[in-house]
């Protein structure tokens, strides 16, 4: 995996309009294409049906001896046969500078000129003819000094397929230095590939660098903090909480920055020629990388299309985007197609054993969810390994009790529940208390009713039990039809409340007492279904689930009914501790490999001006 593949630029594409930062894109491709000997296409769009609908329109506005229909039958013809004739010329004047160029430095050119809109055509041509790369100006002709970048080259990035050369400056790729994004995708590692084998091409240094945001999770507890009352916050847990992220997120995101450019590193070595250094980046992806890139100002900036996030359907990564768009280098966006999600380099750590896990904890371990699994995973075994010592050369050993001491050390009592490592006794109480408050709900009627809205609240007597009707409230509750209320029963039990609240809310906020299919379709993520049941969702509804249990104690209330027992009973011979996410899902894990530890030598921990920020 840690070869060097074949990277071949043997077919490039050039947008050329003759504009200065064109022509850079033009110096860039003959780069290229001399040190991979490619040929050039240079391809010049114009619009000649674009000047005829404009003209048509304009027409009404002609003097009057010009209107008569025979007048305006030859001033089109005419019009059209300037217009056409003068813009192939002007096109094949454009491709006459790039014949030039491409002549003197010895690189083989084939001249294109195409009709039609300019990004249509770029993006139909590049997909469809073979070619490795797409070099164009980060703007064109009508380039505007508060525009990051030109529209034709916007809407182009995001329909290409092919690797993508956005240039901004005349920097030469020779002895340079280029800045390398990697996320440990298999689509940075292709990256990084195309990176090394030009960087060896054109005897050039690289900096690889790999950023994440631990800053993020803080931001929201004080935005929390700031709303909730003095009991709120007390179930919410914000000392666990700010624990749980200091010593299990946070740390465990280094540790995988880590593993990322260690595997960078392994990598490399198929490259022994090109010098290379690593540096880890903390704060905002894209921005710090913006930052790093203003600092050191290398001729080229090289990142993924895609990153770990990758989802399909998606024509580009946000980060990626915003790299192309605000960068003040030149920037080569690598494509995916192609490419499996794990092809990434193996590193030493991939074959050996931090601990060994006795089979009744790792079974319970491989409950967790698959969002969660790495890090927690990494966080106990690194917990293990701290706090019990073994003899030399044995490894240590993750048993249940070691299991249980690690999670009730790491994690506040509803992560664990959250996480699925909780016992069977506190999930069955959460699903037994989301019964009890789905018995709240209000359902009337079917959609093939004629009434759409309820228009008025029934209400009884209490003194004579006469039946009449009021005006609807805003505090009234919202009606479920009885379609509507079947697809809510189809979340999982323990999300019901919450999925139901949120629906009924997005109703309230547009003045809907009732809720259907079609207002449930109108907003999908309201429904809690498997492939978006995420974490931040799961901590708002544990918090109220935890809530709910506070009055319910306050209240002196007997938490274990009989209907309580008999569930507790049978999920206690269920064998315990279980997770609602594994319950439903059917989600592929895909468990982060890769151990703790330092930084490689040549690795910095870089801080940013994001982290003051």
């Known amino acids: 995996m840690n070869r060097p593949d074949r990277i071949q630029y043997g077919r490039i594409l050039v947008g050329c309009d003759n504009s200065p930062v064109s022509q850079m894109a033009v110096a860039k491709a003959i780069e290229i294409a001399r040190s991979f000997d490619g040929e050039i296409v240079g391809s010049h769009v114009y619009a000649a049906r674009l000047h005829d609908v404009r003209f048509r329109q304009l027409e009404s506005g002609l003097p009057e001896e010009y209107r008569a229909p025979d007048k305006i039958r030859h001033q089109r013809r005419v019009h059209d046969k300037l217009i056409e004739k003068g813009l192939v010329l002007i096109g094949d004047s454009y491709l006459g500078v790039l014949e030039d160029a491409c002549e003197r430095a010895g690189v083989r050119l084939e001249r294109q000129l195409l009709e039609g809109a300019h990004h249509r055509e770029l993006i139909r041509e590049a997909n469809g003819e073979g070619y490795e790369l797409l ?6 002709v009508g380039q505007q000094p508060d525009s990051p970048l030109g529209g034709v080259v916007s809407r182009v990035m995001r329909g290409v397929s092919c690797d993508m050369l956005i ?12 800045l390398v994004c990697v996320d440990g995708s298999a689509y940075s590692y292709r990256a990084m590939r195309v990176a090394l084998e030009l960087g060896r091409r054109f005897g050039s240094e690289l900096l690889v660098c790999c950023a994440f945001d631990p800053f993020f999770h803080r931001v929201v507890f004080d935005s929390i903090k700031g709303v909730l009352s003095a009991e709120a916050a007390t179930v919410f847990r914000f000392e666990e909480q700010e624990k749980l992220h200091d010593s299990i997120i946070d740390q465990g995101l280094l540790e995988l920055s880590e593993t990322h450019l260690r595997r960078a590193l392994a990598l490399a070595e198929g490259w022994p020629d090109v010098p290379m250094r690593t540096r880890i980046l903390v704060g905002k992806p894209y921005r710090v990388i913006l930052e790093q890139a203003e600092e050191i100002d290398p001729a080229l900036l090289v990142v993924a299309r895609h990153g770990t996030h990758h989802v399909d359907g ?12 605000l960068a003040s280098t030149n920037v080569l966006i690598v494509g995916t197609d192609g490419v499996r999600p794990d092809e990434t380099p193996r590193i030493a750590e991939d074959g050996e054993a931090r601990v060994e896990w006795a089979p009744e904890a790792e079974v319970r371990m491989l409950r967790a969810p698959p969002f969660a699994y790495g890090i927690a995973l990494r966080a106990v075994e690194s917990y ?16 249940t009790a070691r299991l249980d001491e690690a999670i009730r050390e790491l994690l506040p009592s509803h992560m664990q529940l959250l996480m699925g490592l ?65 697809r809510l029963c189809s979340v999982p039990l323990i999300a019901r409340p919450l999925a139901r609240g949120t629906v009924e809310r997005f109703a309230r906020e547009r003045g809907l007492c009732r809720v259907t299919t079609r207002v449930m379709d109108e907003n999908k993520e309201a429904m809690i279904e498997v492939e978006e049941f995420d974490a931040e969702t799961m901590l ?34 269920d064998g315990g501790s279980r997770c609602p996410l594994r319950d439903i899902g059917g989600t592929a894990r895909g468990p982060t490999p890769g151990a703790g530890g330092r930084p490689e030598p040549g690795t910095d921990v870089e801080p940013t001006r994001a982290q003051r920020d």
């Not at 209400?459 to 039946?467: A, D, F, H, L």
Request: net charge negative; hydrophobic share 35%; aromatic share 4%.
């Open 540 to 573: 708002v509804m544990f918090r109220e689930l935890q809530s709910k249990q506070l009055r319910a104690d306050a209240e002196g209330l007997d938490p274990t009914s009989g209907e309580m027992k008999k569930f507790l009973d049978e999920a206690t011979a």
């Open 422 to 486: 909780g016992s069977g006794e506190e999930l069955a109480l959460a699903e037994v208390r989301a019964e009890d408050a789905m018995k709240r709900s209000l359902v009337q009627g079917t959609e093939a009713d004629h009434d759409a809205e309820p228009p008025a609240i029934r209400v009884e007597c209490p003194r004579t039990g006469r039946i009449g009707h009021r005006p609807r409230t805003p505090d009234d509750p919202v009606v479920w039809t009885e379609e509507a209320y079947a």
């Open 314 to 325: 998606s024509s580009i990564g946000s980060h990626a985007e915003n790299l192309a768009r």
């Open 135 to 140: 070099a164009m100006g980060a703007h064109g």
């Open 384 to 399: 293990v390994i701290q706090n019990c010592p073994t003899g030399d050369g044995d490894l240590p050993v993750v048993t």
């Open 167 to 178: 240039a901004r400056t005349d920097a030469s790729l020779s002895s340079a230095r280029y």
